[in-house]
């Protein structure tokens, strides 16, 4: 994706009102740790009609696209993408956001406990500007911790309030798929029953074929 077309035309919609709260959002986040990368969303998502998270651990090498999005070259992205198809979900109705928005120095895989507590305020501030969102699809043990720490932290008023259901669902890392093909289907297919029970509960329906 970094060299491609597709590119290109993203990058000059990254200003569109669809996305233009979120481009703000990421662009604060890195401001607040100088020298830091916080990549911005794929503005095929849109923050009005978002109704689901799609909650990962931090960007990975398929970022150097300068996007969180479902066309970036790693499996991660090709793993949620599939996830979304076979649900039906449009991606204008879903936002893929990280436990830690920034790009690990380090290239690594896991969280530190301070890093996950340093994604309560962004998540905080996502769900403020995704006002629609009916649904967190957590993915992995750090999308778990850090929802129940938001939820902790003030959350539990927001799900109250917007009736809010949170799904917990493996990684789309590859390191989460290690197993008999069996088992990865079965996964795989665990995934796509949450996010389409989220887009159940939202209302929404797979796009007619």
Known sequence: MSQSEYF????????????????ALCRKLQDQQPGSRVPLIDPVHDVDEARVISLQIAPGPGTSSGFLSLRNDDPTAARLAAVYETAGLEPRFAIPWNVYPWE?????????????????????????IA??????VAHGTEAKRLVQAWIKAGGQQVINQRGIKIYE???????????????????????VA???DAMARAGLRPPAK
């Not at 380090?106 to 769900?127: C, F, N, S, W, Y």
């Open 104 to 128: 690990l120095p380090d290239g690594g895989t896991k969280l530190t406990p301070d890093q996950v507590k340093a994604g309560i305020r962004p998540l905080k501030e996502l769900m403020r």
């Open 8 to 23: 290109e035309e993203q990058l000059s919609k990254v200003e569109d009102d669809s996305v233009a709260e979120l481009t």
């Open 131 to 136: 006002y629609r969102t009916s649904a967190i």
């Open 194 to 196: 949450a996010y389409a």
């Open 169 to 191: 669902v493996r990684s789309t890392a590859d390191r989460a798929f290690l197993g008999s093909a069996e088992k990865q289907q079965a996964w795989f297919d665990e995934m």
